[in-house]
């Protein structure tokens, strides 16, 4: 009789080899579901984070990058106020006296035809002052009040090579003056003076081979 025999129970009661029965333990089946759960909500967040980054490399890209050209054409296509600050006068808005500051005669006359078939309008014409006459020896020097510094004696300079420019800080008006010096001969070249003056507006003309496409901020 084996010894996990009860006793005065034999019969079919009795247990009789050397194997044992086992108790086995529950399947904790709750487990396995919840890690199901969370395997499926994993996979959720990783496909709406990939279809996100699709978005971005795609249609989100292209439409960002479409509102970044429209806003380069319009900064382009939009003067900027420092510009339109730092324009120059047009020659006609311009009245030069011209002064024969040498012992030469008619100098200031046919200087001052000159200028004004270039678009100048024309002041006083003869000759220089005593605080002039005999007294410049370069080709000339351009005069006027404080203001006209940066706007004024730049345009007339294209004009005459060399020439020096002075400001008188008690001038009033707008007016400028050209003192014709001993070393002038004539003035600068037209072809030349109206390069110098579109180069001035900064309006001078494309280089070869290069063209705005109209079409590029449609």
């Known amino acids: 009789m084996s010894m996990l025999t009860p006793p005065g129970m034999g019969g079919q009661y009795r247990i009789t080899g050397d194997k044992y029965p086992r108790m086995r333990r529950p399947r904790r089946r709750g487990r396995l579901v919840l890690m199901m759960v969370a395997s499926v909500a994993?996979?959720?967040v990783g496909g709406w984070g990939t279809l996100q980054l699709i978005d971005v490399f795609t249609g989100g890209g292209k439409q960002a990058s479409a509102s970044g050209s429209k806003a380069a054409c319009a900064t382009k296509a939009s003067p900027s106020p420092s510009a339109d600050a730092a324009a120059v006068p047009k020659p006609a808005q311009i009245t030069v006296n011209v002064y024969n500051a040498t012992p030469r005669s008619g100098l200031a006359k046919s200087?001052?035809?000159?200028l004004k078939?270039?678009?100048?309008?024309?002041?006083d014409v003869g000759n220089a002052s005593a605080q002039w006459d005999k007294k410049v020896k370069g080709t000339g020097v351009l005069l006027g009040p404080a203001?006209?510094?940066d706007t004024s004696l730049p345009v007339l300079a294209t004009q005459l090579t060399g020439a020096e420019r002075r400001t008188e800080a008690t001038r009033k008006g707008t007016t400028v003056d050209l003192i014709i010096g001993t070393a002038f001969k004539n003035l600068t070249a037209k072809a030349a003076a109206d390069k110098a003056l579109a180069a001035l507006n900064g309006a001078a003309a494309p280089t070869a081979g290069a063209s705005a496409s109209p079409k590029a901020c449609s």
């Open 42 to 44: 994993v996979v959720g």
């Open 111 to 114: 200087t001052a035809d000159e």
């Open 117 to 123: 078939k270039r678009g100048f309008r024309i002041g």
């Open 147 to 149: 203001a006209s510094l």
